[in-house]
């Protein structure tokens, strides 16, 4: 992902199958009840359909809520052997159809919003970071295809774990400091399995906080929904975060998210402005939000391309002239 690009890699965020959080690849150890339908066909499926769409690359979840995790005590202990055998039919699909893969390990908003204890103590408490990496990331990271990876994101939107997003009275929120050091102890045991780069999506907004909290990530990942499909430049970035590294052409900036906001008036159409914005502002690579609903849509022979979808297809065509 560190050649030089002309334009930036096109994506798609393919976060869950079939909608199932937590529990589309493996089984969830909160909630034992809970059932798995992973099918080869339902997970080659969608990375199909992005290629048809003329996607190059998939952002994918592993282990939201606690997803695939084998967990005694409420400690992880490692790593259910049903979750690596999804990551080996995705890794398969992805190779045969030319797709590239980022993985995100971790949803933040698992803990304020479904009450998740795991994850929380992996991003707030120093043992359960260094166990969840040693026990869970590397034996992931290791399983992992380096030609095949964008790069491996740690966690998503930590910020939702925080005091800046959860309103007082609500979760007891993650301090930043911890959650920096629980990406870093992730990031150094990925990184000693294989040569990957390491990421941490999060909103532009809240970018200053995760920096200051030194995860040592790899590359700078932007969430953005913004109505007319805008991003903020590099150097928007760097005077927003006070940090001239930030202007480095070397350090990859990539839009994990970049979607349209669910509010009254919006054009989903302007879905498309953000492969033109990455370009221009020199993005490595720009992630749609998402496949699923948005592009396509329906079940079985009945699923098909939306008229959204259709747009996107035409974009990705033209602009990859």
Known sequence: MTEARERALRGVNVPYLRGD????????????????????????????????????????????????????????????????????????????????LYPCLLDA??????????????LADADAAARFAERAVAPIAARLDPSLLVALEIVNEPETATSECIEPGGPAPVAWDAIGRAVRLAGEAARAERPLLVGAGTGHVFLPSLWRADPRVDLVDVHAYHANGGLPSRAQLAEYVGEPRLLDPRLPLIAGEAGIPKEDGADDDALAHYVYNADTLGYAAVFLWELEHALVEGSGRERSTTALGE????????SAG
């Not at 747009?311 to 033209?318: A, E, G, K, S």
């Open 21 to 100: 959080y937590g529990h589309d690849l493996a089984p969830n150890p909160r909630f034992d009840d809970w059932p798995v339908s992973f099918d080869p066909m339902h997970a080659y499926r969608p990375l199909i359909e992005a290629r048809d769409l003329g996607f190059e690359a998939v952002r994918l979840w592993l282990c939201e809520n606690a997803e695939g995790l084998l967990v005694e005590d409420g400690r992880v202990v490692g790593v259910h052997d049903d979750l690596y055998r999804a990551l080996d039919v995705i890794q398969e699909a992805a190779a045969l159809h030319g797709v590239r």
């Open 109 to 122: 908003n698992a803990w304020p919003r479904e009450g998740d204890p795991i994850t929380r103590a992996i």
């Open 311 to 318: 747009l996107i297809r035409h974009t990705l065509r033209v």
